[in-house]
């Protein structure tokens, strides 16, 4: 049997090798929401992964409890707010349809699934009314079948890199960049800043959406509804997502918003007055105070810069869709650790070395060199 010469069997393998890493580029690509979905569960639920473990004694249990008792229940809910705060805006939307239209794509607003549905119910007639209903229904039950489809499947990543996070670690390290070259300063420093964006500004946006959301409602509760806050759900999503904006916090949202019931107010009846005054006093300290003061100094310790955090979650979902609300911070992270690491260095032809060189307070810095 003949056999290649040397040279040419590691062509061979060499070709194989980027045939099936073009496969996998192109997985990656036409799946990239799912993937950086996975990316998202995994850094979002590691440092809860980590305390789980030695309680465990098996890795395979304690990703298991992770993904499945925390980040699905997590997931579930985020989609139920999104789900509200979109109903709201719709019906919002058309309330007030001819001062939005010049602005904001009111007909968007109003194509929810449900209201897709049940439009197909409401204007179909005769023999037609069975069919258009029914492609409605196929048509909400397969995106939302797709929807689910893709969650499994990031969940399920999400869990193998949980549970082989170790031996990925050790594999790096034996393969592709050994402790203390630039290449594992470069990926240790970005481990360090997904973990911090995607688990605790995460974590603050959530709280301070959550607690808004019950601020919001109980308002609504108690105050007549001339002062009602109005698409409560979403302007509790919106001082969350407003918490990431630095020293802001809800400002952003709940002042605009008691001036606006304020007139409210004033206009309805001067007596109610009272109402907004006591929303201000307890948006102050649930959603202004008690974050900067308790919470926003453990973030700040760990060095992201919040800005650029900032940017990427608003501009993410601009140029990408959807998924653009993980990716943006992602390559946020991935840019800024290659300026601090790399790039002053290429620019000027000089070793490429595992030190920060620049912009040194705006990221995670490697683990020291310990060879």
Do not use: C
């Not at 709940?254 to 409210?264: A, I, N, R």
């Amino acid at each position: 049997m003949t056999r290649l010469p040397s040279e040419r069997s590691r062509i061979a393998w060499w070709g194989l090798t980027a045939v099936l890493a073009s496969f996998l580029v192109f997985a990656t690509y036409r799946f990239v929401g799912t993937v950086v979905l996975a990316i998202f569960v995994y850094y979002g639920t590691r440092p809860v992964y980590h305390r789980v473990r030695p309680h465990v004694g098996s890795d395979e249990h304690a990703a298991s409890a992770t993904v499945f008792l925390l980040a699905v229940p997590v997931l579930a809910f985020v989609a139920y707010l999104a789900a509200m705060g979109l109903s709201e805006l719709s019906t919002f939307a058309e309330q007030y349809q001819q001062i939005l239209q010049p602005y904001v794509n009111v007909e968007a607003l109003q194509s929810s699934p449900v209201e897709t549905v049940r439009s197909a119910f409401r204007d179909s007639d005769g023999g037609g009314r069975a069919g258009s209903a029914a492609t409605a229904v196929l048509g909400v039950l397969g995106a939302a079948t797709t929807a689910v489809m893709h969650t499994f499947f990031a969940l399920l990543i999400a869990f193998y890199l949980l549970r082989e996070e170790r031996d990925i670690s050790g594999w790096f390290r034996s393969e592709v960049a050994e402790r203390g070259s630039a290449g594992y300063a470069y990926v240790s420093a970005v481990d360090t800043d997904l973990e911090t964006v995607y688990f605790s500004t995460t974590l603050l946006v959530f709280v301070v959406a959550v607690v808004a959301l019950f601020v919001y409602h109980g308002y609504n509760f108690l105050a007549p509804q001339a002062v009602a806050v109005p698409i409560p759900t979403a302007v509790a999503i919106a001082t969350g997502m407003a918490s990431l904006i630095p020293l802001v916090v809800g400002k952003v949202v709940y002042l605009p918003l008691v001036g606006y019931l304020s007139v409210s107010a004033l206009q309805a009846d001067g007596s109610l007055l009272v109402y907004p005054l006591a929303l201000l006093v307890v948006a102050f300290l649930l959603l202004d105070f008690v974050p900067l003061t308790f919470v926003l100094p453990k973030l700040a310790a760990r060095s992201t810069h919040t800005g650029l955090v900032l940017f990427g979650y608003i501009g993410g979902p601009m140029l990408f869709g959807w998924y653009g609300l993980f990716l943006g911070p992602f390559i946020v992270v991935l840019s800024v650790q290659v300026v601090r690491l790399v790039f002053s260095e290429l620019i000027h032809g000089q070793p490429v070395t595992p030190y920060v060189t620049a912009a040194e307070s705006i990221g995670s810095d490697p683990p020291p060199n310990d060879d």
